[in-house]
């Protein structure tokens, strides 16, 4: 019984395992493809790349999100994802589909160090930076050395020193492959198009030719391409890292995305010909409406055309003659809808209707009813003659009043006749 049930725990076991290992068993190292660096103190070395590779030192594609860890033999060294804006950290995390991670280094002590690289595959339920290294099941190990001291020290007299016989020179320190530009911070609105557009430039400063662009939108959502665009579906603070490759060299870039509540809303309308459908941003910030959508309920659909964009605390008007909405007199509703097709706003006629999906988009979601008051029609209009039925019925109208008038009167002179008959009678009696 005993030898049944242990049998069971180590299927089980197995069965747990073989998907994470199967995952990841076509990767045989993950291995340092640029060359060992020497640095000046203080100064930010060139990109370090570490790329997975298959048993015939292919590059090959990570199946599973993994996690880096970087150490380094100097107490002094550190680590950042970003090297114009530095952020020292300890653990990177490898996406699904790369094929490998950059990162730079930096130390203010001189000597001669080991970097060291640990990659294990990231749990479901937790994050890398969240993950303590304690814990962490290390899969692939790789190292390389790197130099901190300057290349040719000066000696009191000002003249460079030479090297001892024997002593070979300290190599030059090597300058950056790859310079990459991904974009500034900013602020979008849920459900808006965001644009992204990366530069690449060589030692030279040249466009890179035949590059490789991969995006990271920090929500999930990724996309390969030098100009992309995404739609956010909640607000939230996102880091977007633009990741390019070339050769043997790749580097990286990351901006801040802040993506706003939507507060684009439908102010007013009207119908006819000569009316119109007014939009106005309540936002702090701009919102581009690139591929959003009018819709009245008669069916007709008018949508945004490109690179329209609604200035912050702005109105525009769009006329019926243009978007071909609101042809009727009388519309129920107009429906402001998200490039996904989702409602975003809804204005009704006749009572407010709860937009759909509101769960999914709590904060860009909004009702109003639709101000389709005809005075509005009849202020721009010339005063008329009224119609001869208008006449009549106003003449209908006078004689009745003086009808009741006249018999009101009556009913007095009768009232009166009557008391004094009354009493004359009573003093006959």
């Known amino acids: 019984m005993k030898s049944t049930i242990i049998l069971c725990l180590i299927i089980f076991l197995l ?34 790349t570490l790329q997975a590779q298959d048993g015939q030192g292919n590059p090959v594609k990570v199946e599973q999100t993994l996690c880096l860890g970087l150490f380094s033999s100097s107490s002094g060294g ?3 994802s970003n ?20 990162f730079y280094y930096k130390d203010v002590s001189s000597g001669s160090y080991s970097l060291t690289a640990k990659v294990a595959a990231k749990p479901f339920d937790t994050t890398c930076s969240g993950w303590p290294q304690s814990e962490w099941s290390v899969q692939w190990t790789a190292s390389q050395s790197i130099s901190v001291g300057q290349a040719v020290q000066q000696n009191q007299g000002g003249s460079p020193d030479l090297p001892s016989v024997g002593q070979a020179p300290a190599p030059a320190v090597p300058q950056p492959q790859i310079r990459v ?6 602020e979008v609105a849920v459900g808006s198009l965001a644009t992204f557009l990366g530069q690449a430039t060589g030692l030279e400063g040249k466009p890179l030719e035949n590059a490789r662009f991969w995006w990271n939108f ?17 607000p939230g603070k996102y880091s977007v890292g633009l990741h390019v490759s070339s050769g043997g060299y790749g580097a990286s870039d990351y901006f801040a995305v802040i ?16 009316g119109f459908v007014r939009l106005r941003n309540d936002s702090d910030t701009d919102i581009d409406i690139d591929g959003w959508s009018l819709e009245d309920s008669g069916g007709i659909v008018f949508r945004i055309p490109p690179r329209m964009r609604i200035e912050k605390k702005a109105e525009v008007t769009l006329a019926n003659a243009v978007t071909g909405l609101l042809k009727s007199n009388f519309p129920t509703s107009v429906i402001m809808r998200y490039p996904d097709g989702k409602e975003a706003y809804r204005l009704t006629g006749q009572e407010v209707l ?25 202020a721009s209009s010339s005063v008329r003659e009224p119609s001869p039925d208008v006449a009549s019925v106003s003449s209908a109208s006078v004689s009745g009043k ?28």
């Open 15 to 48: 069965l747990l395992v073989a998907p994470i290992a199967s995952a990841q068993n076509h990767i045989a190292a993950f291995k340092f493809i640029t060359d060992p660096q020497s640095l000046n103190p203080g100064a930010v070395s060139a990109p370090i």
């Open 354 to 378: 709860a937009p759909s999906a509101v769960s999914e988009r709590p904060q860009a979601f909004k009702t109003a009813i639709i101000p389709i008051i005809q005075e509005e029609i009849m």
């Open 78 to 80: 550190e680590f950042s």
């Open 259 to 274: 993506v706003v509540p939507n507060r684009l809303v439908i102010s007013s309308v009207l119908s006819g010909e000569d």
């Open 218 to 234: 920090g929500d999930g959502g990724a996309k390969e391409g030098r100009s992309v665009a995404h739609t956010y579906q909640f």
């Open 181 to 186: 530009y991904a974009g500034e911070d900013r």
């Open 83 to 102: 090297q114009d804006n530095w952020q020292t950290v300890s653990v990177l995390t490898v996406n699904s589909n790369w094929t490998s991670r950059t």
């Open 402 to 429: 003086v009808f009741l008038g006249l018999a009101a009167l009556l009913s007095m002179i009768a009232a009166v006749a009557f008391l004094v008959v009354k009493k004359r009678w009573k003093n006959q009696g």
